[in-house]
């Protein structure tokens, strides 16, 4: 026995992100940074969503100094949202979009860098 099939419904994550961030590159690499995120999501159906929020950057890495004319570097990111809006509970059939956005919004990242600096 089988419920009401179920569409896929695809979706796009986006965002713009002005901020500020300090940097130091003596013996390695790290820095601290914040900015503001101007987030939206687009689902395929052509409804969107978006929500604005403060994030935490933190990083550390090494440059390869020994190149003369480009320095390698390997870097390591972390990124934290300041403030969480996904709301508490589970979501239901008949929530909205603004609702289902929420549940979907992540609130960390973690990325592994690797790059040149000229």
Not at 4 to 25: C, L, N, R, V
Not at 49 to 62: E, K, Q, T, V
């Amino acid at each position: 026995m089988s419920g009401p099939a179920q569409e896929d419904t695809d979706f796009k994550i986006s965002f713009f992100a002005p901020g500020i961030q300090w940097d130091s590159h003596r013996p390695f690499d790290y820095g601290i940074g914040v900015q503001y995120r101007f987030e939206r999501l687009k689902f395929d159906d052509g409804e969107s969503a978006s929500n604005n929020r403060a994030w935490l950057n933190l990083h550390g890495g090494y440059t390869f100094r020994q190149v003369q004319t480009v320095k390698p570097f390997l870097a390591l990111r972390l990124s934290a949202a300041l403030s969480k809006t996904n709301p508490p509970g589970q979501l239901a059939s008949n929530d909205d979009v603004k609702t289902l956005a929420k549940y979907l919004e992540g609130d960390r990242e973690v990325s592994l860098q690797l790059g040149v600096r000229f």
